[in-house]
């Protein structure tokens, strides 16, 4: 470590505002009082690009020369490493197991630039898919490459930050400690005694990488036009992926992605995100808290600190799910070396430059799409697929449901979230080829993230299945969210033909209760105040008519055993014996007995607490309304019954009569 001591300087604290002059368009001076994270954004000289294919467009095709070059530097050493392969299988050599090969395979992605090291990253976490020999090469891509020379970081730190490292930095590591795609970190001391990270972007990188996605971004154009089997929007796609690592590339915004993030689930239990100084920022230079941690897939290193990493990748998935299905924001590129196990036993997360969006039809509707892939529902999936814009509407579902049958064929006997989602993925993949479906562009990085996470989580527990863990969160989200779509779900699930489903119930609170933010008493108060409002009329009625069908079930069996006792053991043959419920009631009877044992299991279940809820419960309006619809409920069936009874009484007189009058006839 080199330390070097500063005099004092006259720098501004964080929180104090300052008067900057402003120079307009038109030559108008102005005073503007800013805070220092804003004067980031006028003092830079590199100001923030945003990705524009079509002036990228232009720009390249008025220098086909560069374009050319970069296709052959491209072309060159990847057709010699698969020949290399070729010729090494033809002379019978494992190549799959070939430690030389898999070198080479890391040597050429680093050489290729930061587009096809993003792609190694996304392959270092599949051990499904890439050999071990390799597996461990494309580890290093993750934080270990090459790093570019310290003066020309020295120059962009002073260039972002307006004076040299050693008169901001109280220490600086004499090396980068990590080396990335886009860049490479240094460990620090501010002057104030806080450790801190501080992140240098790679020189020439955005010329790099807009040469590449040109290149590639006209190769998916070709494939679109040429291959009419291809219908999802390739372009589109990588658009999406071109806006990400433009933003990427820009740390102030990446700064403001880690705050927001922090806002949205920096509350989850054992999650931890740094913090950003952002006095010390600017768009080519990060400066953040130091995050002392193992990377996730150093299962050795972890448990050795008697910290239990599958927890940790359960935590992960957990938080995850609210990335994706509850704010929608997410981060794409959860790599092992974005994910770290600190001391005491948290995840931490880094790295949040490649960041996205879920938009909220796009989250109901995969909630939607996880529930009926759980419950084998494929009717209701390919409506999902509609809806997330899959299918255009006008679609024929009718070959498509058998379809989804058969993609789920492998888990017959078995729960279909005992599936990961590469080999869900990979079975889609090939029915998507089939039939008329196109892939909209959010798809690629939420694809992207999970399977990443997912392969983290296999790498670390071979057997651990991220839709098993998923589905108690999504049964904890139908139960409690307020969301009509979600209501909708939730009523399809549980009825079918107009029938109650019971085991689904049972299902959904056996999995609810094994999310860690369950709470029961909220979804009590939240299922009574639903089942009191009209929204909840059609699941209210239904739920009333089973729960009369228990209390029958209960009623004859009471009278069936005390005429029977009458009967058997008092000798009162007068007494006729009540027949016992039906097989119908008794089946109603028996789930409520189950689902009730369900609730008093959950951890949040004590009878002394809830007797106090229960009492507020009864003075509820909502709920005294639901008392008194299932009191009406319960007087008609009686009359129902009672009319019945004597209707059948009299029938049975009037059949008793007929005999009579026959003789007369005659």
Request: net charge negative; with cysteine.
């Amino acid at each position: 470590m080199i330390v070097k001591t500063l005099s004092p300087t006259s720098r501004k604290t964080e929180d104090e505002p300052q008067v900057t002059p402003v120079v307009t368009e038109n030559g108008i001076s102005t005073l503007v009082v800013d805070s220092p994270k804003s004067m980031i954004n006028q003092k830079s000289d590199t100001e923030a690009i945003p990705y524009d294919p079509q002036e990228i467009r232009e720009h390249y095709r008025q220098r086909p020369l560069k374009v050319l070059r970069r296709i052959f530097a491209v072309l060159g050493p990847t057709l010699s490493f698969l020949f290399g392969l070729w010729w090494d299988n033809r002379r019978g050599i494992v190549v799959k197991k070939d430690p030389r090969r898999a070198v080479q395979l890391r040597e050429l992605l680093t050489k290729l630039g930061p587009a096809y090291i993003k792609i190694g990253q996304a392959l270092s976490t599949r051990p499904d898919l890439v050999p071990p020999a390799y597996l461990e090469e494309l580890t290093r891509l993750q934080d270990q490459l090459p790093p570019f020379p310290n003066a020309t970081a020295y120059q962009f730190i002073e260039e972002e930050l307006g004076a040299p490292p050693e008169e901001i930095y109280a220490q600086l590591s004499e090396q980068p400690i990590a080396a990335a795609s886009l860049g490479q970190v240094y460990k620090g001391k501010l002057k104030t005694g806080e450790e801190v990270a501080i992140k240098v972007q790679r020189p020439d990188l955005r010329e790099t990488i807009t040469v590449d996605l040109f290149i590639l971004r006209q190769l998916a154009a070709w494939v679109k036009n040429k291959v009419k089997r291809i219908r999802s929007d390739l372009v589109g796609i990588l658009d999406e992926l071109g806006d990400r690592i433009f933003e990427e590339m820009d740390y102030i915004h990446e700064g403001e992605n880690a705050e927001r993030f922090f806002e949205l689930y920096g509350h989850i239990k054992d999650i931890y995100i740094p913090k950003i100084y952002w006095e010390y920022t600017n768009r080519r230079v990060l400066t953040m808290e130091w995050i002392s941690g193992t990377k996730l897939t150093q299962t050795a290193e972890i448990n050795a600190q008697g910290i239990d990493a599958r927890y940790l990748i359960e935590v992960g998935v957990q938080c995850s799910l609210r990335q994706l299905l509850e704010h929608g924001f997410f981060h794409a590129d959860p790599h092992p070396g974005n994910l770290l196990a600190t001391p005491d036993g948290k995840l931490a997360y880094l790295d949040f430059g490649m960041m996205s969006q879920v938009q909220p039809p796009q989250r109901y509707g995969l909630i939607e799409a996880i529930v009926h892939v759980v419950n084998r529902d494929f009717e209701g999936l390919a409506n999902d697929y509609v809806k997330l814009d899959f299918l255009s509407p006008d679609t024929d579902l009718t070959p498509i449901i058998p379809a989804f049958a058969r993609v789920f064929a492998d888990a017959q006997g078995a729960s279909v979230a005992d599936l990961n989602i590469k080999s869900i993925t990979d079975e889609l993949s090939a029915l998507m080829y089939e039939y008329p479906f196109r892939v909209p562009p959010y798809y690629a990085l939420i694809i992207r993230s999970l399977v990443t996470l997912e392969g983290i989580a296999i790498y670390i527990d071979p057997n651990f299945k991220v839709l098993s863990e998923a589905y108690p969160y999504v049964a904890k989200r139908l139960l409690t969210d307020e969301a009509p779509q979600l209501r909708t779900s939730l009523q399809n699930l549980l009825f079918k033909d107009e029938k109650f489903r019971w085991n689904r119930l049972e299902n959904l609170l056996r999995n609810a209760k094994k999310n860690q933010d369950y709470d029961f008493n909220l979804v009590l108060n939240q299922g009574v105040e639903f089942l009191s409002s009209e929204r909840g009329a059609f699941i209210r009625d239904k739920i009333v008519d089973e729960f009369l069908n228990g209390v029958n079930a209960v009623g004859k069996n009471v009278l069936h055993n005390f005429t029977y006792i009458l009967r058997e053991r008092v000798g009162l043959t007068a007494v006729n014996e009540i027949p016992r419920a039906t097989v119908e009631q008794q089946q109603t009877l028996d789930h409520i007995k189950r689902i009730l044992s369900i609730l008093r299991e959950n951890r949040d279940f004590d009878p002394v607490e809830l007797a106090p809820q229960l009492a507020q419960l009864l003075v509820n309006p909502g709920v005294q309304r639901l008392g008194q619809q299932i009191t009406n409920r319960l007087a008609q069936k009686a009359i129902a019954r009672l009319i019945r009874e004597l209707l059948a009484a009299e029938e049975v007189d009037t059949t008793k009569a007929l005999p009579l009058a026959k003789p007369a006839r005659v």
